[in-house]
């Protein structure tokens, strides 16, 4: 695999190459505690890219989202959003920059309404989508639009929990675990709806345990094995290197 700090220095001076990569993570750590979790992290996403990060439970693929929008301890290396440097900058102003974090637990405010909950979080650039466009985007959360976060099924607050960070103009979506406990209908809802926000030219990072679900999907996939990125595998070579895959994955 080449070393991709070294692809980032060699594109730096070149303008076009930069503003190909939305997101460029270069030699980072992150610190829980006294704890050393990533261990000099290296990749990219391409701007309108569907990248995952798969590995075991443990291997520090939500630690790589959290640490790209500064939700740990203390991290040092390199994290580009967009060209802008954003290792030093507090989560609030990652998050302006274009980034949005859909985490594994939702984070639904369970005394809102739908409506409520889709319209409590700032809007941080423009371009997000309007109320009109997310209810033709998810019919479900327009019918259930009244309703408090207690009264949504599992399905429709993740579904509520990714809508809420496409109304803030988020181009960047970070998405952790989003099938989760997840019956196969709603999984496979959600895999048409993430095809749907790709061609729309979002830019994805998908962590998922499901690896059929994340299979279809991605452009490439980064394995993560003991805060590293391992392997990276593009999707044209994914068939030929399952069983690679097999053994990072324990399938």
Do not use: W
Request: with cysteine; hydrophobic share 40%.
């Amino acid at each position: 695999m080449p070393d991709q700090r070294t692809l980032a220095s060699q594109a730096s001076p070149a303008p076009a190459a930069a503003a190909e990569d939305l997101l460029s993570v270069a030699d980072l750590h992150a610190y829980y505690g006294e704890s050393h979790v990533l261990y000099g992290v290296d990749f990219t996403v391409r701007r309108g890219e569907l990248v995952t990060l798969l590995g075991r439970n443990g291997s520090g693929r939500t630690t790589i989202l959290k640490s790209v929008l500064g939700l740990v301890g203390r991290r040092s290396g390199s994290v580009r959003v967009a060209g802008r440097e954003a290792i030093n900058l507090p989560p609030h102003r990652i998050a302006r920059l274009g980034v949005g974090y859909c985490p594994e637990e939702r984070g639904i405010f369970s005394r809102l309404t739908v409506e409520e909950n889709l319209l409590l979080p700032p809007v941080v650039k423009d371009g997000g989508m309007s109320l009109d466009e997310i209810y033709a985007l998810f019919a479900n959360l327009l019918e259930r639009r009244k309703n408090i976060g207690t009264r949504l099924s599992g399905g429709e607050q993740q579904m509520l929990a990714m809508a809420r960070i496409l109304r803030t103009g988020a181009d960047l979506l970070l998405l952790d675990e989003i099938t989760e406990g997840l019956a196969p209908v709603i999984v496979q809802s959600l895999g048409r709806l993430i095809r749907q926000l790709k061609v729309r030219g979002y830019t994805i990072v998908l962590v998922e345990q499901n690896f059929h679900f994340a299979a279809d999907l991605a452009d490439r996939h980064y394995v993560v094995d003991r805060g590293r990125i391992a392997e990276m595998i593009p999707k044209e070579k994914l068939a030929q290197s399952q069983e690679l895959l097999n053994g990072y994955l324990g399938v």
